[in-house]
Nanobody, 126 residues
Framework: QVQLVESGGGLVQAGGSRRLSCAAS????????MGWFRQAPGKEREFVAT????????YYADSVKGRFTISGVNARNTVYLEMNSLKPEDTAVYYC???????????????????WGQGTQVTVST
C-alpha cells in the first residue's frame, strides 16, 4: 500500500525558510512523478512544484519560482520542498503527491496524481 507522509510544517515569520519532507513507501517509485500542492482556507488546491523521482525535470508555479526548490527522492525515499523568502500568502496546508504518469512540462493538475499525503500546515506570520 502506497503511503506518503509529510512533515516539517509549522509557524514561520515572513522572510523565513522552511523545509517540508515527504516520506514515500509501499512500492518502487523510480518511474514516478512527485508533486507538491497547497490549499489555503476557502481556496482550491493549487500546484506548487513537481519533479521526476530522480529530481530531473523540475517545474514550479510562478508564485513560488525562485523561492521554492523541490528535490529528487533520496536514498530514504524522501522528497523535500525547500521554501525560502516565505510570504503570508504562502500560508496553506501543503500536500505531497505521487503518480506513475510523466509528462513533458510536468504534471500540474491535482487530478493527475493518484497518491496523496495527509498534509502539513505551514503558517507564515507578518
Amino acid at each position: 500500500q502506497v503511503q506518503l507522509v509529510e512533515s516539517g510544517g509549522g509557524l514561520v515569520q515572513a522572510g523565513g525558510s522552511r523545509r517540508l519532507s515527504c516520506a514515500a513507501s509501499g512500492r518502487t517509485f523510480s518511474t514516478y512523478s512527485m508533486g507538491w500542492f497547497r490549499q489555503a482556507p476557502g481556496k482550491e488546491r493549487e500546484f506548487v512544484a513537481t519533479s521526476r523521482w530522480s529530481g530531473d525535470y523540475r517545474y514550479y508555479a510562478d508564485s513560488v519560482k525562485g523561492r521554492f526548490t523541490i528535490s529528487g527522492v533520496n536514498a530514504r525515499n524522501t522528497v523535500y520542498l525547500e521554501m525560502n523568502s516565505l510570504k503570508p500568502e504562502d500560508t496553506a496546508v501543503y500536500y505531497c503527491a505521487a503518480t506513475p504518469q510523466t509528462r513533458s512540462g510536468g504534471l500540474r493538475s491535482p487530478q493527475a496524481y493518484e497518491y496523496w499525503g495527509q498534509g502539513t500546515q505551514v503558517t507564515v506570520s507578518t
